[in-house]
């Protein structure tokens, strides 16, 4: 019976905080208790700073309590190397904040882990960045007393997924931590949005680590403190829209403009007017039954774009965690 079937599931899909925000917030028109948030720009770029403080906020928006910066920047679709310099330094000195809220010292060894399949392009984000980061812990480790200042040891590694390694990604990262003892671990993701225009054109960087589900649907276990006993920031970029997404947007918008134009929604879209969200989204899932799964939509220029992007939060994480990397400046330091 349809008055039976379980629509949770098919509810819109955002691993961005910042959405989850103005999800929750829409409904009662207000700010939500609980969950501080922040908004400044600088030509182009926007930088939306979000605490959420309690479980009231939390169970608002369904992200775990912690911080969030979202860095919104429309215009790194261009290509623009000056902009993407510019946001590499933004990300470098906001990413240099969470180290001080963490209290991580400037000696603090640090591992980065580039999550994702390096083999779809979408998810290959975390093992790009990991070849563009600045590796520098085998230096400490052979010839430590060669070391310039102004240098931490940092490691990376790109675990791979399941289904190339048969291991759990959580699994191999866990044991690298055991047997290398990072003071902080760094997790790089690729994530979905609800809108198509924040798509490799925005960065979420959050203290809450990685959580079950994160990601563009994987199920991989989480990358966390109370797991791993070493703090973790998580760093992603939303790569992919989820179809049933695109076309509940495109139904609202449809929405909207009629009801500028004549004000008779009603009577243009009937029934379909009338649903809830995720009722519209169930129909999506009739359209889409025989995959038996939601599709990923993600730009045909996704080439460039993760190229792009890769580097610009490898750049900020070298400025960040070298002190010998000029932050003002770290369009040197990019590979």
Same mark, same amino acid.
């Given at each position: ?74 215009? @790194? ?47 290959? @984000? ?210």
């Amino acid at each position: 019976m349809e008055n039976d079937l379980d629509l949770q599931k098919y509810n819109v899909r955002t691993d961005l905080a910042l959405e989850a925000k103005e999800m929750a917030e829409a409904p009662q028109g207000g700010p939500i208790p609980g969950i501080l948030s922040e908004i400044t720009e600088d030509n182009g770029i926007t930088i939306t700073q979000l605490q959420v403080q309690n479980e009231q906020g939390s169970q608002a928006i369904g992200k775990m309590q912690g911080h969030y910066v979202t860095i919104e920047v429309p215009g @790194l679709r261009n290509g623009d190397t000056g902009l993407q310099d510019r946001v590499a330094t933004h990300f470098a000195k906001h990413f240099e904040a969470f180290l001080e809220r963490l209290s991580i010292p400037k000696s603090a060894r640090v591992l980065i882990v580039g999550l994702g399949n390096w083999n779809v392009t979408p998810d290959a @984000l975390g093992p790009l960045v990991v070849e563009n980061v600045m590796v520098t812990r085998h230096f400490f480790e052979l010839m430590p007393d060669q070391v310039a200042d102004g240098y931490r040891p940092v490691s990376a590694v790109a675990p791979g997924v399941l289904g190339i390694t048969g291991i759990e990604s959580s699994e191999i990262v866990h044991g690298i931590v055991e047997k290398t003892k990072p003071d902080l671990l760094i997790a790089i993701d690729a994530l979905a949005s609800k809108a198509v225009e924040r798509v490799n054109t925005t960065i979420q960087i959050a203290d809450t680590g990685i959580h079950p589900g994160s990601g563009i649907g994987n199920k991989r276990k989480g990358l966390t403190q109370d797991i791993l006993g070493v703090p973790v920031i998580a760093i992603g970029v939303p790569t992919v829209v989820y179809a049933s997404t695109i076309v509940n947007n495109t139904l609202e918008m449809m929405r909207s403009h009629i009801e500028q134009q004549n004000g008779n929604t009603n009577q243009i879209l009937g029934l379909v007017n009338q649903m809830a969200e995720n009722e519209r989204l169930q129909l999506v899932k009739e359209v889409l039954s025989p995959l038996g799964h939601d599709l990923l939509v993600t730009p045909k220029e996704i080439d460039e774009f993760i190229e792009d992007i890769a580097n610009v939060i490898a750049s900020g994480l070298n400025a960040s965690l070298h002190e010998a990397v000029d932050t003002d400046n770290v369009a040197a330091y990019t590979h």
